[in-house]
């Protein structure tokens, strides 16, 4: 069993900055491929950004440009740096992580962008 526990949501202003953090229990975090996903209120689950064990990066045309991916496997840390944000980024924040036909998800982080 892998758990996953987000941080670093919160409350920020439109054109503003913040980080995610998802910590992994596993100790083979560094072979698996990892993603973050949000969910705004009254929507889908959506794909947010992908990052493989070899650090191939895939983002949502949404936030492409805005949002960085990044793991750390020393720490057995996945990362979001968010950028320019926008009232359409809030969302409920969650990281997965893929093992073979198994998907873990963390419980999540509330990303609210307003002034």
């Known amino acids: 069993q892998v758990q996953l526990v987000e941080s670093g949501g919160g409350l920020v202003q439109p054109g503003g900055s913040l980080s995610l953090s998802c910590a992994a229990s596993?100790?083979?975090?560094?072979?698996?491929?990892m993603g973050w996903y949000r969910q705004a209120p009254g929507k889908q689950r959506e794909f947010v950004a992908y990052?493989?064990?070899?650090?191939?990066?895939t983002y949502a045309d949404s936030v492409r440009g805005r949002f960085t991916i990044s793991r750390d496997n020393a720490k057995k840390s996945l990362n979001l740096q968010m950028t320019s944000l926008k009232p359409e980024d809030t969302a409920v924040y969650y990281c997965k992580l893929d093992r073979g036909d198994l998907a873990y998800w963390g419980q999540g982080t509330q990303v609210t962008v307003s002034s």
């Open positions: 990052i493989t064990s070899r650090s191939s990066i």
């Open positions: 596993t100790s083979l975090f560094s072979i698996y491929n």
